[in-house]
């Protein structure tokens, strides 16, 4: 499906653009940084839920909370999980009830960025 452009990237390039971004503030507040990792590891530990369900579930949150670094990180994460294109439509589905019109803006992001990330694994 991957119809970006660098006028609007939702995947990879949203990801890059924040990369350096992040190595800049990490130095700055490290001890923060690593509370934070420790925080994403123990939530995305096996448990009842596996990891392909937990980013969905974050990819999720992020189209509600309108967050295209959340989205990418997220998408990228699902699909490496091994997340179906269905799966991720149907929990991005999930997003325009629970936020409504809204959702019909970043859940097309997110949609395609999850295409994005799936294609490129295939």
């Known amino acids: 499906m991957t119809t970006t452009t660098s006028e609007h990237a939702h995947g990879k390039d949203v990801l890059d653009a924040l990369n350096p971004l992040h190595r ?13 990792g420790e925080l994403h590891k123990a939530a995305f530990a096996p448990g009842a839920l596996d990891q392909r369900t937990k980013e969905l579930i974050a990819l999720a949150i992020g189209v509600v909370e309108g967050c295209d670094g959340c989205i990418a990180s997220h998408a990228q994460a699902a699909a490496r999980a091994g997340a179906t294109k269905q799966e991720a439509a149907e929990a991005i589905g999930v997003t325009f009830l629970m936020k409504g019109g809204p959702a019909t803006i970043y859940g097309p992001r997110a949609y395609d960025a999850f295409c994005e990330f799936a294609d490129a694994l295939a």
Do not use: Q, S
């Open 24 to 36: 800049e503030l990490r130095r700055a507040v490290p001890d923060v940084y690593k509370g934070f």
